[in-house]
């Protein structure tokens, strides 16, 4: 899986993102849970930050980030149908990144990356669906 977010990535972040849902990646959400789906897109949305923004392939680090950064990203996002929220809070020490489960749908899958000082909570959704018989057979064509 690896190599195919990898690969992604690279083509994806290597051009103008488009309009939503532009961008045509197949997933079989009957077969990937929510905790697969959003790790693969917190994957993706480091494999972006580093590809899109990364001065001599140096890590980026997310407090790093500027609005303009973040807007752009969810361009891409949206292209292949999905949408973010990142939220930043005030936090008095660094911890290591975790998911927090807090039901059952992708919006409610919170990852945490603590940075100096803040906690950067990071949310995936999907972007609404123009056409609802793809998510009736419990397939996106995005």
């Known amino acids: 899986m690896q190599t195919e ?5 690279e083509h994806l972040f290597s051009k103008p993102p488009g309009e939503a ?3 045509q990646l ?4 009957l077969e990937e849970d929510v905790a697969g789906i959003a790790g693969f897109l917190v994957h993706l949305f480091s494999k972006g930050v580093k590809q899109l923004f990364s ?7 997310i407090s790093e980030l500027q ?3 973040v807007a752009l990203l969810q361009k891409y996002f949206v292209s292949i149908g999905f949408q ?6 005030a936090f008095p020490y660094d911890r290591r990144g975790h998911f927090d489960y807090l039901g059952e749908q992708l919006k409610d899958v919170v990852f945490n ?5 803040f906690v950067y909570k990071l949310i995936f959704d999907f972007v609404p669906l123009p ?3 793809c998510a009736e057979e419990g397939r996106y064509h995005i």
């Open 113 to 117: 990356l603590y940075r100096g000082g």
């Open 67 to 69: 609005p303009e950064h």
């Open 84 to 89: 973010f929220q990142l939220i930043v809070n």
């Open 131 to 133: 056409d609802t018989n």
């Open 26 to 29: 197949e997933m079989d959400l």
């Open 21 to 23: 849902y532009s961008y």
């Open 5 to 9: 977010i990898d690969e992604l990535a």
């Open 55 to 61: 001065v001599d392939d140096a890590p980026v680090d």
